[in-house]
C-alpha cells in the first residue's frame, strides 16, 4: 500500500462576487453653483455617464459597502467618463475665474450647457467657490490639455455670449451699431440646443442676420 501524505489544504478561492456600491441617482450638487466637494469621492453620479458605475468607498467612509480584493487600498479607478480620450496619466486641472453671477448661465437651464461641454469634450467640469473673493467662482476643467482647451473656449463662449445679452438687456434690448449682435447664425440654435430665445446674442436664421457695421 502507497503513503500518499498527509493531505494537503489548498487556498481558499476569492469571492468575486463581494457586493460593489453603484452610482444609481445622479448628484444634486453637481450642477448647482456651489458644486459638489466630493469630486471622485461622490457617491452619486456627476452625469448620464457614470450611472450604473460601480465604486468602493475608502477605508474610512462609514457607509462602505464591501471591498474589491486584489487593489491596493481597495481603492478602483473610475473608467474613462464615455467614448472621448481617456485622462490617463495626462490629466490635469485648470481654473477659470469668472463673475458670480455668470455661473448659472454655464450651467444652464437643468444643466443643459455644462452637460454639452462634457459631453462633447469629454471633461470633467465642477463649479467652485473662489478661495478669497466671494464675488467670483472659479470652473474646474479637469482632462487633457487637448480637452481642456476645447472646452474652455466653450465656456468662454457661453461667457461672452451672456455678458453681450446682458449689455443689450441694459440698453433696453438694443445692440450698440458697432457690436456684432445678430451678425453670425447661432450653432446651438441649428442643433435644437439654444436655451436664450430671443435674448441670444446670435442670429437664429437668415431673417435675423444683420451686416456689422465694424
Known amino acids: 500500500m502507497v503513503n500518499l501524505g498527509p493531505t494537503v489544504a489548498l487556498p481558499p478561492v476569492p469571492n468575486s462576487s463581494a457586493p460593489s456600491a453603484v452610482k444609481s441617482r445622479l448628484c444634486k450638487k453637481y450642477n448647482s453653483a456651489e458644486g459638489c466637494k466630493f469630486g471622485d469621492k461622490c457617491h452619486f453620479a456627476h452625469g448620464e455617464w457614470e ?18 480584493p486584489g487593489h491596493l487600498g481597495g481603492r478602483v479607478e473610475p473608467p474613462p467618463p464615455g467614448p472621448a480620450t481617456s485622462f490617463g496619466v495626462f490629466a490635469t486641472t485648470t481654473r ?17 450647457h455644462s452637460k454639452q461641454i462634457c459631453r462633447q469634450t469629454g471633461i470633467k467640469l465642477s463649479i467652485k467657490d473662489h478661495e478669497t473673493n466671494p464675488n467670483l467662482k472659479n470652473i ?33 434690448g438694443h445692440a450698440n451699431p458697432g457690436s456684432n449682435y445678430k451678425t453670425k447664425l447661432c450653432d446651438n440654435f441649428a442643433k435644437g440646443s439654444c436655451t436664450f430665445g430671443q435674448r441670444c446674442h446670435f442670429a437664429h436664421g437668415a431673417a435675423e442676420l444683420r451686416k456689422s457695421s465694424m
Not at 51 to 66: I, T
Open 51 to 68: 450611472l450604473g458605475k460601480a465604486f468602493v468607498p475608502s477605508h474610512n467612509d462609514p457607509h462602505a459597502v464591501g471591498s474589491v
Open 96 to 112: 477659470i475665474s469668472v463673475d458670480a453671477s455668470l455661473a448659472g448661465s454655464i450651467i444652464g437651464k437643468a444643466g443643459v
Open 140 to 172: 474646474e476643467l479637469e482632462g487633457s490639455l487637448e480637452q481642456i482647451a476645447q472646452a474652455s473656449k466653450m465656456v468662454e463662449e457661453l461667457v461672452r455670449v451672456t455678458s453681450a445679452n446682458a449689455a443689450a438687456k441694459s440698453s433696453g
